[in-house]
């Protein structure tokens, strides 16, 4: 009889300290949370020093707090201080391997600027092993290769990063660069025209623009007022070695008679559309082997049947600050609402 006494008094107090204990480790997530999220303010605030000490605060309570250690981490990232930043970031992971997937960015780009490129590639590659979908993983692991000079593994991961996000800018500017590094002239025309679609008004622009229109003006020159030189470089890329004289003679018809009165933005236009439409049709006509050919070129061809070729080629001179160009971009701002409404609908 005592036995079957004991066992009910002994299940209370057991009952009892169990909802102690987790009232407490309620209580101390809830001060951790609190005092990380002040810290993420003074973060916000370039204050990092202060950001730093409310994050120490955490640990004080949690010292295994993922959180704390990856928002240490940041901010000491952000003050340059990498060995804290790569210490924290260790951490972080160890702390809780399935929520650190920034973690990962921070310790890699911590290697990569302290100059041990290989460790960043190590830190990127176990971060992609666990979140093999987290587009800023292969878009850091791609930089770190093409500073390597490192093209051949740089590319695939480059592409990577914009199958996952099609609308991070800077995944397209450094596969441009990269396909213009390896001569390959089409392919760095397709990138930079998204680039400057997602990103068309920054210094990175100017120069992206700068490079897409002397890019459209290689090999062609004009000796005199009636003869143009076309030289067209012939390179071992099947699926766009059409599009190379194709280029190069859009370019040359500028100087036809009955373009003489355009402008530069009219016909920056004109050929714009010309390309998309001809390379659309040649895409049709031969399997589409390259991620160009099936990510770019279906874009783009859907963007001349659509409509939008004129408001994405004035959009995207924005940064050129030439007088007819913003003139129009002013005077036809319903077309670039519509323009942006309509890309925001290729992405649903």
């Given amino acids: ?25 309620l209580k101390g997530q809830s001060q951790v949370d609190s005092l990380v999220n002040e810290g993420t ?34 901010s000491s990232y952000e003050m340059k201080d990498y060995e804290n930043a790569i210490l924290n970031a260790e951490k972080s992971i160890k702390n809780d391997k399935n929520s650190a997937y920034y973690s990962y960015v921070i310790l890699g780009s911590a290697y990569d600027i302290i100059g041990k490129p290989k460790k960043a590639i190590r830190a990127y590659e176990k971060g992609i092993k666990k979140f093999p979908k987290k587009y800023l993983l292969y ?5 770190t290769y093409y500073n390597l000079n490192d093209i051949i593994n740089a590319e695939p991961n480059a592409i990577k990063a914009i199958e996952f996000n099609p609308s991070h800018p800077s995944s397209h500017l450094l ?10 002239r089409s392919k760095t025309v397709l990138s930079l025209y998204y680039f400057l679609m997602l990103e068309a008004n920054s210094p990175r622009s100017k120069e992206a623009l ?12 004009r000796r005199d007022e009636k003869n143009i030189d076309v030289v067209v470089n012939v390179n071992d890329d099947k699926d766009f070695g059409a599009s190379e004289l ?9 100087n036809l008679e009955e373009n003489k009165d355009k402008s530069q933005g009219e016909l920056f236009f004109e050929n714009t559309k010309s390309f998309f439409t001809i390379l659309g049709e040649l895409n049709d006509k031969k399997p589409k082997s390259s991620f160009q ?9 859907k963007l001349v049947h659509d409509k939008h070729t004129e408001a994405f080629s004035y959009y995207i001179q924005m940064s050129s600050e030439d007088k007819e160009v913003l003139t129009w971009l002013e005077l036809n701002g319903n077309q670039i609402e519509k323009f942006g409404n309509w890309y925001e609908n290729q992405n649903k």
Wanted: hydrophobic share 45%; charged share 20%; proline share 3%.
């Fill in 246 to 254: 194709m280029m190069s003679l859009l370019e040359a018809s500028k």
């Fill in 41 to 74: 303010k003074y973060h916000d605030e370039k204050n990092y020093e202060k950001a730093i000490e409310k994050y120490q605060e955490a640990l004080k309570i949690n010292p295994d707090s993922w959180l704390a250690h990856y928002e240490i981490a940041f």
């Fill in 210 to 221: 700068n490079l897409l229109n002397s890019l459209h003006k290689k090999g062609v020159t």
């Fill in 175 to 184: 596969l441009a660069y990269m396909n213009n590094q390896k001569g390959e």
């Fill in 293 to 301: 050919k099936r990510f770019y070129v279906p874009f783009f061809k």
């Fill in 1 to 25: 009889m005592s036995r079957l006494t004991i066992i009910p008094s002994v299940l209370k107090y057991i009952a009892f300290f169990f909802f102690l204990l987790v009232g407490f480790s």
């Fill in 139 to 143: 878009y850091n692991l791609a930089l």
